[in-house]
Structures are given as C-alpha cells and as structure tokens.
C-alpha cells in the first residue's frame, strides 16, 4: 500500500514538472575562466611556459595542473557533475570520447578575430589564435564523431555554454594603454560578434544556450594593483575600480538586449543570460554569504601592493608565489581567476535562476 501512495506521488510530480532535467552533452566555447585544458594536451602536459600549467594550479581538486586557471574545477565542470555527465574533456584532446561534452575554451580567447586587434594596433597583445568564430570552427569539425548525420536532434538535447566572451577583448588594449573611451567603442561590435555567433550554434541545432556576461573587472586584484588611485571616488563602496565596471556593465547591458532579441526571432531555442558580474560583486560584498572569507584577497599570490596579496612580478605559478591554506575561503584565486569554491557557488547561481535569467533548471 505504501509503495502504491509513493508511485503515485512520484508519478503526479513527472506529470506537474515534467521528467528530471538532462542533456545529451555539453559543449562549451570561452577563454581562461572556463577552459578545462586545451594548451596541456600534448604528450608532455602543460607547456613549460604556461604559468597556469604549473602548481599549485589544480591542487585543491585534482592534485595537479590540468590547465584549469584555477585550484579545482570550473564552473562547466559544476555542471556537468549535476546533470551527471563526465568533466568536460578539451576538444584538443586526442582519442577522447566527445559525445557527452567537449570543451573548445582557451586561455587568452577573444571574442573578436586577430585581424581586428590588429587593426586597431593591438597584434601584439592577442598571443593565442582561439577567438570564438574558430572555437565554433572546432566544434564543427568534431560533429560529425560526435552525432554523426543525426546532429540536429542530438544538439537538441544538448547544453550550450558560450562565454564569457569580452574579457580578453577588453584585457588586450586596457593593458595596451588604450583609453576608456576608446574600448568602450569596441564594446558593440564584440557584441554583434556574440550574437552572430549564438545565431551560428543555433542554426546547428542549439536549442539551449547559456551566455554568460563578463565579471566586474574591477574587482580583481589584477586591475586593483596595476591602476590604483588616490582619489578614493574612483572606487565603489565595495573596494572595486569604477571606470572599469562600468565597461563590464555596458558590456552586460548590451548583451542582455542582444539576448533578448535572439530570444523573440527564435522563439523555440531557450536562451538563458548568466549574470556572472551581479554574483561575483554580491561575493564580493558579502563572502560569507557564499561560504566564503576573502574578498578581493588572493589566494595563491606573493604580497605586493595593499592587502591584495597580488604581485604582478610574481604570479601564480612563478617563483616567489605559494597558494593560501585554505582556498576554499577565499574568492579570487590568482588576480583575475575564481577558486574552485567559488566557481561551485556560481554555478549553483546559474542552476537555480538565482543569478541566471531564466536559471538553467526548467
């Protein structure tokens, strides 16, 4: 009798929500804050001169460098452990089975292609060939061994995470000395390159797809030791740079309405803006409502200037810097990357809709 009132229960809950929520795979397209390794696929692992490939990156987790920029896992590999899917693998990876996900991220991606860095005078800074139009170029050439001549419907059932894309974009001229003003008019055509090529995924057959805007930049340590200012209005009442976020926000403000008008042209594809900037502010302010200590302190660091533990000679990875205790209170990794802890609490805020718009679960 009791096991006949349980079936009906659970047989009413299928019905009102429909069967538990899950993907064929994941694909996912970015740069450093989501790469799960493409650099380190060779025979030899990471490369010598890949600071990120070195310890104590991906201590916490993995008890070694895996080319994650962090000392764990990322927020794609989070979701992929709930929707009970294997880590995603790099698409570089040789022999490897990509039918239940694949990761086209890498370090140092733009969303735009080299010929418009170096165009503006920029060639110099953009030092790997992985923007995004190539990352979808790489996962086209993987379908076929993916889906075969089936793809349509196995993309269907599949999860799209794209981005962050921006970041580097906006890393290379700021570092570059270009003004604000100036990156600023860059902001609309990286934009138009996003959403040109979420259309592109789409006509593949992507029918979910989570865009993830950029993180406020000027909250990282990184930005906070290379541009300190003495003029305490330069700063929010969070500690955090805001010329600098202010050109996250407009980034995200012209995301969110592309977004939105990819979502009324398609209106069967779900399209799902991931605040990434509004969460990492919010741990930022409050730490501890994330189960978190540290703020705008680093981790894995070597002192320098202020109370960031950043040092721009000395990162992560290079002599003279060690890795804190205990990263798992701690927010900020190496200067501009997460902890594997954090990375947890984000992707829990992109399940859930609480920092996602829908939340990836129906």
Not at 26 to 46: E, M, P, R
Not at 204 to 221: K, N, R, S, T
Request: aromatic share 10%; with cysteine; net charge neutral.
């Amino acid at each position: 009798m009791l096991r006949t009132a349980v079936l009906i229960l659970f047989l009413l809950s299928v019905a009102r929500h429909g069967c538990p929520q899950s993907y064929n795979a994941i694909y996912s397209f970015g740069d450093s804050i989501s790469d799960t390794g493409n650099l380190c696929t060779g025979s030899g692992g990471c490369p010598s001169w890949l600071t990120t490939g070195q310890p104590p990156y991906g201590n916490t987790h993995f008890g070694r460098p895996t080319g994650r920029c962090t000392d764990g896992r990322v927020v794609v590999d989070f979701l992929a452990e709930h929707f009970g899917l294997p880590l995603l693998p790099p698409s570089k990876a040789r022999g490897g089975d990509l039918k239940k996900g694949a990761n086209m991220a890498i370090i140092g991606a733009t969303a735009m292609d080299f010929e418009f860095f170096k165009s503006h005078g920029l060639g110099n800074s953009i030092w790997n060939n992985g923007p995004l139009g190539t990352q979808i170029q790489w996962f086209q050439q993987l379908m076929p061994s993916i889906c075969g001549s089936d793809c349509k419907s196995y993309m269907n059932n599949s999860l799209f995470v794209v981005g962050e894309f921006g970041g580097n974009d906006y890393n290379a001229p700021l570092f570059g000395d270009k003004g604000m003003a100036e990156v600023r008019t860059y902001v609309p055509q990286i934009i138009d390159k996003i959403t040109s090529s979420l259309e592109t995924l789409i006509e593949l057959g992507a029918v979910e797809l989570v865009v993830p805007g950029v993180l406020p930049i000027g909250c990282f340590p990184l930005y906070l030791t290379l541009y300190p200012s003495w003029n305490k209005d330069d700063y929010d009442e969070i500690g955090c740079l805001k010329s600098f976020n202010n050109l996250s926000g407009y980034h995200n403000d012209l995301l969110k309405q592309a977004v939105s008008g990819l979502q009324s042209k398609h209106a069967g594809v779900r399209l799902i803006y991931a605040d990434f900037y509004a969460q990492v502010a919010d741990m930022v302010r409050s730490p501890e409502n994330f189960g978190l200590k540290y703020g705008l302190r680093v981790c894995c660091g070597a002192g320098g200037q202020g109370s960031y533990n950043y040092n721009n000679r000395a990162r992560c990875g290079m002599a003279g810097a060690t890795a804190c205790g205990d990263p798992e209170k701690h927010l900020v990794w190496d200067g501009i990357h997460l902890t594997d802890a954090a990375y947890r609490a984000v992707a829990g805020g992109w399940l859930n809709g609480t920092y996602c718009s829908p939340g990836i679960l129906h």
